[in-house]
């Protein structure tokens, strides 16, 4: 009946509903990060009264994301609960007092994170937004990784969004793990007496990459043997190719990952 009255526009359906600042970000907080900043910054220009300030000050505290803001003099005049939270501080140690030197004076490689390079720094002198990652220095002295989402607003503050990202980060570092892995059992096996030959089981059994100690073994180097016109299949014996290319269509039939031959 909801949907019927709705679509008719009978009331209590008749009129349109007034939708807040307030109602936009209660929606969208958690689905565009990056937006979220831009509706704040907008919130602080139409937000006049004490009231509003209020109302809106008591949705930043309940956001999934830390979020501050900034004088022109680099100086926090507001924080919400999640950047408190996420820092380590009391509010009390971060409102007015400069942010850069409270939890971004250094780089996570322990050098000087000097002010000029500081994309809030920049924001607040030239009024552009930002969206890049960074590190904040927690109060226990260890490093955090944000994403930091920045803009100014017309009353010479700047906001700031920030986002824990210590999860892709553990996940970034993983890859590049496994990344240095390989390229050290790559460089192990180039090095050796052992060659490391990948290609595809299509017609002529194309050769997508070949280790670089080829030519001392096999006598081919590796952008003779990557040529479309070289044929894998010329380097097996005649007596055992029909016998290879059984095993290996058994195999994908099979769709066993490895196999040995000898």
Known sequence: ???????????????????????IILK???????????????????????????????LLSHMGEGVYGVDKSGRCVWVNKKAIELLGYEEKEIVGVNQHYLFHHHKVDGRVYGEADCPIFLSSKDGKSRSVNDWFVKKDGSFLPVSLTITSTSKNETIVVFRDISHEREVELKKEALQRELVAERDLFSSGPVVVITWLPSENWPVTYVSANVADLLGFTPSEMIDEHFVYAELIHPDDLSMVAAEVSAYMEAKQDAFEQS
């Open 1 to 23: 009946v909801e949907e019927i009255l709705r679509t008719l526009k009978a009331p209590p359906f008749d009129k349109t509903p007034e939708v807040g600042l307030a109602d």
């Open 28 to 58: 969208y907080q958690e689905s565009f990060f990056v937006s979220l900043v831009f509706l704040i910054a907008f919130a602080f220009f139409v937000f006049k009264n004490t009231k509003e300030r209020n109302l809106f000050h008591l």
